[in-house]
């Protein structure tokens, strides 16, 4: 059953600390997205990594981290350093330049 | 400065009535236009990619145009039903700082169908 998981689907974080959000992709797919959503918003590109061991960032890094060290991984890491952090995370993949599998999502609220 | 423009208000319509729903930009010079359909808490699905040099592309119910000229895209859903209720984005592709080419998402409307 091939698609794209995220984890956890809620998350809580108290104010300071830095939390991991988890993207995994069994599609084979080569290019991975990270996007956040805020209520009534579009999707903004936070980070994204078209092949392993590279990444750039998006229109909104600031505060967030990401690593690429397999195919299938993409985790983002929101640091202390994102001052509003709560918001609806979104992981997405792709084969390249066309359509986006998007996962469940996560979503982060600071405490 | 470049910008995606969806009717952030909600459009209501009767079930079996075709519904459109518009995707305008301004600033872009995309090389392929997307629709995604998002039920509330959840990710997008992607329905439809139209490109640059096609007018209209369709899929069952769903019937999407694309104008160059106008910089609008139109995404009509024919005998619509109370499941196609959910949140519409378009998303248009565009380059990006590094070179590289990469998806902007409009903000959605919102459709109701009613029963």
């Known amino acids: 059953d091939g698609g794209i998981t995220q984890s956890p689907k809620y998350l809580f974080r108290k104010e300071g600390q830095n939390v991991t959000l988890s993207c995994e992709q069994n599609?084979?797919?080569?290019?991975m997205y990270w996007y956040r959503q805020d209520p009534g918003q579009g999707l903004r590109l936070i980070y994204y990594?078209?092949?392993?061991?590279?990444?750039q960032k998006g229109d909104i890094a600031e505060g967030y981290s990401v690593s690429r060290e397999k195919k299938e991984s993409f985790p983002l890491t929101v640091t202390s350093a994102q001052k509003n952090p709560t918001a609806f995370y979104l992981c997405a993949s792709s084969a390249g330049e066309v359509e986006q599998f998007f996962g469940p999502g996560t979503r982060l609220t600071v405490l | 400065s470049q910008k995606i423009e969806q009717n952030s208000e909600a459009l209501n319509i009767q079930e079996g009535k075709t519904a459109t729903l518009t995707c305008n930009y301004t600033n872009y010079s995309p090389a392929y236009l997307q629709w995604y359909r998002q039920d509330p808490g959840r990710g997008p699905v992607f329905l439809l990619l139209i490109r640059e040099n096609e007018k209209e592309k369709r899929k069952e119910r769903l019937k999407v145009t694309f104008d160059t000229t106008l910089k609008q895209s139109l995404f009509h859903i024919t005998a619509s039903q109370p499941a196609d209720s959910a949140t519409y984005l378009c998303?248009?592709?565009?380059?990006?700082?590094?070179?590289?080419?990469?998806?902007?998402f409009g903000s959605g409307t919102r459709l109701q169908v009613q029963p």
């Open positions: 998303a248009l592709d565009s380059l990006v700082d590094t070179g590289r080419r990469a998806l902007t």
């Open positions: 990594s078209q092949i392993v061991n590279d990444f």
């Open positions: 599609l084979n797919h080569d290019a």
